[in-house]
């Protein structure tokens, strides 16, 4: 991607009286100057034989960025070998039906530690992502968790990456900010962020990012819930320092409870600087 974007996770919220569907959605976003849409799949894959040529044809017409974000029922390290192939399916699944209207990237937290140690757990999914099939121009991006008892810490999904061409990083900035106590507080903090990406993945890792973004409560343990940005100890404005000054390319997906407000508010910053 030659640019920085920004759009939603999920149907935009408008004027709380609308009721949007994929296509209508789009169509309003880009009449706000956003750019992207991450499909919820969490659930199930919402796009049929119904709305697939409608979705697509949208998508195209205004240039518009999809992913999604894959089912919440899967672990790679589950001790159940249905409950893995299950989760192959699923994701099997969201990627076909997300290339289908054209969109690239499908988003999901790989698996959980349980009673694994992080190294055993680390090999099984490192495993399960080698049966991911492999579609052509389309990814699996694996989400930085944001409590310290997950799996998918910046440094066990960065060694993921280098083990698999057709799995990708995606970072979830809140997510990280949550699970170590607050710990992003200034410019610094966030470039450093940066520094080990490239160091790790590569210079093509900065240009082809995809983030997760919003204001978030966390206690000790982590992540609690997402906030606005204004609601939040999360600093925006330095965060978006750092893309500018690193340059990165790519997709921010907005996952506040006031979508394309949030969305729009960290548009506005980044091209003010």
Do not use: W
């Amino acid at each position: 991607m030659d640019k920085l974007i920004f759009g939603i996770s999920g149907l935009p919220m408008g004027n709380g009286s609308e009721k949007f569907t994929y296509v209508t959605g789009i169509e309003y976003l880009h009449s706000l100057g956003l750019s992207a849409m991450e499909l919820p799949f969490v659930r199930s894959v919402n796009i049929t034989d119904k709305n697939r040529e409608a979705v697509k044809t949208t998508r195209e017409k205004y240039d518009f960025h999809i992913t999604a974000h894959g089912s919440y029922f899967i672990n790679m390290n589950a001790k159940e070998v249905e409950k893995k192939e299950k989760s192959i399916e699923r994701l099997e699944k969201g990627i076909l039906a997300l290339s289908s209207v054209g969109g690239t990237d499908i988003i999901f937290h790989p698996g959980f530690y349980l009673d694994s140690t992080k190294e055993d757990t680390f090999n099984s999914v490192n495993e399960e992502l080698g049966k991911l099939p492999v579609i052509p121009g389309s990814y699996y991006r694996l989400e930085t968790t944001g409590k310290e008892t997950q799996f998918g810490n910046l440094k066990e999904l960065c060694n993921l990456v280098k083990n698999h061409d057709h799995v990708k990083l995606c970072v979830d900035f809140s997510h990280i900010h949550a699970r170590y106590n607050g710990i992003l507080k200034e410019y610094d903090d966030f470039a450093k962020i940066f520094e080990y990406i490239g160091e790790h993945l590569g210079e093509d890792a900065l240009k082809d990012f995809h983030v997760h973004l919003s204001g978030i409560e966390y206690t000790a343990k982590g992540e609690k819930n997402h906030l606005p940005f204004e609601e939040s100890d999360f600093n925006i404005t330095e965060c978006l320092r750092a893309f500018a000054k690193y340059d990165i390319k790519g997709c921010i997906i907005c996952e506040s409870p006031i979508l394309e407000k949030d969305a729009l508010l960290m548009k506005n910053i980044y091209e003010s600087m």
